[in-house]
C-alpha cells in the first residue's frame, strides 16, 4: 500500500497563514461593529413636550400633539429654529426626514409642514429665526385616540468630509422618541 504523501513545509505555512488571517478579520470585524453600536445607538433618547431637539441644521421643540377627529387629523404643533448661517429649504436634511409617526407599530407617510403664521407650506427657514410650525398627519379612518410615538432623526455635519475635503451634512442617526397620547380638539 502506498502512503499519503505528507504536506511540504510551505503548503503548511499557506495554510496556517490563511487561518490566521480568517481569525484576524472575524476579531476586527466584530470590533467594529461594537464600536458602530456605540457610534449610532438604536433606541433614542425620550422627549418631551418644551425642550429642544437637536436635529443638526435645527433646533425643534414640540409643544403639543392634538388630535382633530373631524379632519382625520393628527397635528404636532413645534417651534423650529435654523441653526445654520443661511437659509435652509432642506429643514429636516437633505434627503428630507421628517419626524416619523407611528400608529399602532405601523409608521405612517412623512406629514405636512405648515407655518402657523400664515397657514401654508414651509418653504425655507431663515437663519435663526424661530417659527411656529404644525405637523400634520392623516390618521387612518378608523383610528381612536391612543398612545403615539413619534421618530425625530439627527443630520450629522462634518466640517472636512472624507471625500471632496469641505463641510458637508452626512448620514443620519436617531436623535429623540416622543411617546405620547394626543389631546382631541372638537
Not at 503548511?12 to 490563511?18: F, G, P, Q, T, V
Not at 463641510?167 to 382631541?184: E, K, M, Q, V
Request: no cysteine.
Amino acid at each position: 500500500m502506498s502512503e499519503a504523501p505528507t504536506p511540504t513545509l510551505l503548503r503548511r505555512l499557506w495554510l496556517r497563514a490563511l487561518a490566521t488571517a480568517g481569525v484576524t478579520a472575524a476579531v476586527l470585524l466584530s470590533w467594529w461593529w461594537k464600536v458602530e453600536d456605540a457610534r449610532t445607538p438604536e433606541d433614542a433618547p425620550a422627549a418631551a413636550f418644551g425642550a429642544a431637539l437637536d436635529l443638526g441644521r435645527t433646533a425643534f421643540t414640540p409643544v403639543a400633539l392634538d388630535w382633530h377627529p373631524a379632519e382625520g387629523k393628527l397635528v404636532l404643533s413645534a417651534l423650529i429654529e435654523n441653526r445654520t448661517g443661511e437659509t435652509q429649504v432642506a429643514v429636516f436634511g437633505g434627503p428630507p426626514h421628517p419626524p416619523e409617526l407611528v400608529l399602532d407599530g405601523v409608521p405612517q407617510e412623512p406629514p405636512q409642514v405648515i407655518l402657523r403664521r400664515d397657514d401654508e407650506p414651509l418653504q425655507d427657514l431663515q437663519p435663526r429665526l424661530s417659527e411656529e410650525i404644525a405637523l400634520v398627519w392623516p390618521a387612518p379612518p378608523d383610528w381612536q385616540p391612543a398612545p403615539v410615538r413619534i421618530d425625530f432623526d439627527r443630520q450629522a455635519f462634518k466640517l472636512r468630509d472624507n471625500l471632496y475635503g469641505q463641510s458637508s451634512w452626512l448620514g443620519f442617526s436617531p436623535a429623540a422618541r416622543l411617546t405620547a397620547t394626543p389631546g382631541i380638539v372638537p
